[in-house]
């Protein structure tokens, strides 16, 4: 008989891969609990999304209202979904030849829930500036959410440090109302060339490459942030009233390091056909694993194909 306490599957994740798993194993009727902090991922604070299939222009907030709203439209007897928490650690709570149960505990809570597989998705969270003065400016001047905190610094000199997309999409956000935007590059540009074409056009707008930041100064609040000309070698102040920090993400798998395989950099290894980890009845999808490209659209794609696969290795018992 089925134990009506234990789950088929939990997700763990409100992004894109975790919110196109859910529709998916809800259409499958999956017997499915999804954990989850926030919707949407790390694109829900970004201003202008271009490149959502299917959607010219989409707000980072929207694009998460709609995940969500998709998510809502099948809660119910088959999905059930618990937001505003996190997940402390996921250990085997039994297991024989025919299958094996986990056990998944909540951060500042004594629920525990049981589940026959799990698909991680908890994406990523933003790299902290790691040089001197980075954390005693934190919010005053120094912040890493453009969209948040840009309108606060309306008609000053900014400086973005990172070179990625994430980078430049700040950049442009900033551009609307700042007096200039210099961004910082450690090495060569690694945003779109389209991207960078664009924004190059904006007088208001210069790069530095190769650059590595070492201090962010200031009195009261930030007044500039010095650099290395990684070329030179020589010591740079470039003067700044607000610092916006886009130097990358670092995977949120703390909680499943005990369960399965995960890299040196903290992404859960995977096998790219299935999203199957290294333990038998857990799999991974989006930007906490080990793929070559994190983007959106890949990411709802590999949450979607964990689940066919869940899929498999549940019925196929």
Request: aromatic residues 8%.
């Amino acid at each position: 008989m089925e134990d009506k306490n234990i789950y088929e599957l939990v997700i763990i994740g409100g992004g894109p891969a975790g919110c196109g798993a859910a529709v998916y194993a809800a259409r499958k009727q999956i017997k499915t609990l999804m954990i989850l902090n926030y919707w949407g991922g790390q694109s829900a604070v970004s201003v202008d999304i271009q490149n959502w299939i299917g959607t010219k222009h989409i707000s980072g907030q929207e694009l998460a209202k709609n995940l969500k709203d998709h998510v809502l439209e099948y809660q119910g007897e088959t999905l059930k979904i618990k937001e505003n928490s996190l997940v402390k650690n996921i250990s085997k709570s039994q297991e024989n030849d025919r299958e094996r149960i986990f056990e998944v505990e909540l951060e500042n809570s004594t629920e525990k829930f049981l589940a026959k597989s799990i698909l991680i998705a908890t994406g990523s969270q933003r790299r902290r500036l790691g040089i001197k003065g980075a954390d005693l400016f934190e919010h005053k001047g120094l912040t890493y959410c453009a969209t948040c905190d840009g309108p606060l610094f309306a008609k000053k000199d900014m400086i973005v440090v990172g070179g990625g997309n994430s980078a430049f999409e700040a950049a442009a956000q900033l551009l609307a109302y700042a007096k200039s935007v210099t961004l910082i590059s450690l090495n060569k540009v690694k945003a779109d060339p389209i991207m960078v074409h664009q924004l190059s056009k904006d007088p208001k707008f210069k790069i530095i490459e190769n650059a590595t930041p070492r201090e962010v100064y200031g009195e009261k609040f930030v007044t500039g942030l010095t650099y290395l000309n990684n070329l030179t070698k020589e010591e740079i102040k470039l003067k700044a009233e607000a610092i916006f920090v886009e130097i990358g993400q670092i995977p949120v798998t703390d909680f499943a390091k005990n369960i399965c395989e995960i890299s040196p950099d903290k992404k859960i290894k995977i096998d790219p056909l299935t999203q199957r980890t290294s333990q038998l009845g857990i799999w991974a999808a989006g930007d906490c694993t080990n793929v070559l490209y994190h983007q959106n659209n890949i990411a709802v794609g590999d949450g979607v194909k964990a689940i066919e696969n869940i899929y498999q290795y549940l019925r196929a018992k």
